[in-house]
Nanobody, 125 residues
Framework: VQLQASGGGPVQAGGSLRLSCVVS????????MGWFRQAPGKERMILAV????????YYSDPAKGRFTISRDNAENTLYLQMNNLQPEDAAVYYC???????????????????WGRGTLVTVSS
């Protein structure tokens, strides 16, 4: 199973980006999915997670009100719409799958067994 994240890049403060994560080689529609990020010198943190059927979502505080997680199971793709980006949002963004969870959301990052390489987001003030 491979996860390929894309959509990162430079953006000015207040701008928006849409990240995508294409999953291949597995049954995407059976996986709980999540977006995480890691800034230089900081630990990886959870941002948003979504259940396999998209019926449940969870957002951490930095993501609430600005980020939206969604998925298209027909296209095996996970999305993260990010609005009003700020310099503190600069990080490498990762998508991940919990291949064992077909029903609810998976919140601790330790539950995720499949990870993509990440896409870099830079935000200038």
């Amino acid at each position: 199973v491979q996860l390929q994240a894309s959509g990162g890049g430079p953006v000015q403060a207040g701008g928006s980006l849409r990240l995508s994560c294409v999953v291949s080689g597995g049954t995407f529609s059976n996986y709980a999915m999540g977006w995480f990020r890691q800034a230089p010198g900081k630990e990886r943190m959870i941002l948003a997670v979504i259940s396999a059927g998209a019926g449940s979502r969870y957002y951490s505080d930095p993501a609430k009100g600005r980020f939206t997680i969604s998925r298209d199971n027909a296209e095996n793709t996970l999305y993260l719409q990010m609005n009003n980006l700020q310099p503190e949002d600069a990080a490498v963004y990762y998508c991940a799958a919990d291949s064992k969870n077909r029903h609810g959301v998976s919140i601790p990052s330790t539950l995720y067994d499949l990870w993509g390489r990440g896409t870099l987001v830079t935000v200038s003030s």
